[in-house]
């Protein structure tokens, strides 16, 4: 079945540092990929996505590009910020049928001034 | 601007007691979902509801049901519960095809 893979954490990184969560996919089919971000004590929101190969999804900074020849789509930030210190999950959607996504288990980002 | 509004925050109860979560949008959305999230696990879908009036089992229902009382609620109950039902339980709804909104979240946990 389909599935998610995420590099485990925590990633400590100090402020401005770059960022790499790496993401890869088994999926059938062509499925959309997305990012969600989880700050502490909140519910998961919707940090970008991508929707084929090749598109890139993009917001505050963060960039992840659909790589369908590495079933990849790796998070990536120029320079973070303490403000960025929060829980990242990738997650697909299948293309069959039903809005159904799966999980990746979460990367623990932790950003010191 | 509420979104996804789950009730309660946090609750303790011991092994054989039943609880229903409740959620609510105000989105107009379509679907809803429940997910439980364990510790290195991601989240794992419980059930969800494509409409209203529909329902269906996801990776894993085993020990719960659910009510889609109507379009803007959707509950999730457990009948008698075990100790390995402690996670943290989210509510999730969209639009059909689109990404979905999360509530905050309900810390359970069962003595």
């Known amino acids: 079945g389909d599935s998610v893979t995420q590099m485990e954490g925590p990633v400590t990184l100090s402020e401005e540092a770059f960022l790499t969560i790496n993401c890869t996919y088994t999926?059938?089919?062509?499925?959309?990929l997305f990012w969600y971000v989880q700050y502490p004590g909140e519910g998961l929101q919707l940090l970008l996505k991508?929707?084929?190969?090749?598109d890139k999804g993009s917001n505050k900074g963060f960039e992840a590009t659909y790589r369908k020849e590495t079933t990849s789509f790796h998070l990536e930030k120029g320079s973070v910020q303490v403000s960025d210190s929060a829980v990242y999950f990738c997650a697909l959607r299948g293309s069959g049928g039903y809005n159904k996504l799966i999980f990746g288990a979460g990367t623990r980002l932790a950003v010191h001034p | 601007n509420a979104g996804v509004t789950q009730t309660p925050k946090f609750q303790v109860l011991k092994t054989g007691q039943s609880m229903t979560l409740q959620c609510a949008q105000d989105?107009?959305?379509?679907?809803m979902y429940w997910y439980r999230q364990d510790p290195g696990m991601g989240l794992r879908l419980i059930y969800y509801?494509?409409?209203?009036?529909?329902?269906d089992k996801g990776e894993v229902p085993n020990g719960y049901n659910v009510s889609r009382l109507n379009k803007r609620e959707f509950s999730l109950r457990l009948e008698s519960a075990a100790p390995s039902q402690t996670s943290v339980y989210f509510c999730a709804s969209s639009d059909t095809d689109q990404p979905q909104h999360f509530g905050d979240g309900t810390r359970l946990s069962i003595l």
């Open positions: 999926a059938t089919g062509y499925p959309s």
């Open positions: 509801s494509a409409s209203e009036g529909t329902t």
């Open positions: 989105m107009n959305h379509n679907s």
């Open positions: 991508a929707t084929k190969a090749d």
